[in-house]
């Protein structure tokens, strides 16, 4: 039970300091907490999109 409830301290953490992380970062915590949750992706993406304007990155080059 401690598990779920520090994995969700933990996940409220990262949510309030989003934009101030690296992009690499953001990407690899969204990619690892949407594994097997596909059909999640694009409201999480939105959630964190509109909470911090921000990370609205450009597309990374090819």
């Avoid at 309030?16 to 907490?33: C, H, I, K, N």
Wanted: glycine residues 4%.
């Amino acid at each position: 039970m401690a598990d779920e409830r520090f994995a969700h301290l933990l996940g409220r953490a990262a949510m309030e300091v989003w934009g101030d992380m690296p992009r690499d970062v953001q990407e690899a915590l969204f990619e690892t907490a949407m594994k097997g949750h596909d059909e999640d992706r694009e409201a999480l993406a939105r959630l964190l999109h509109d909470r911090h304007p921000r990370t609205a990155h450009p597309a990374r080059p090819v």
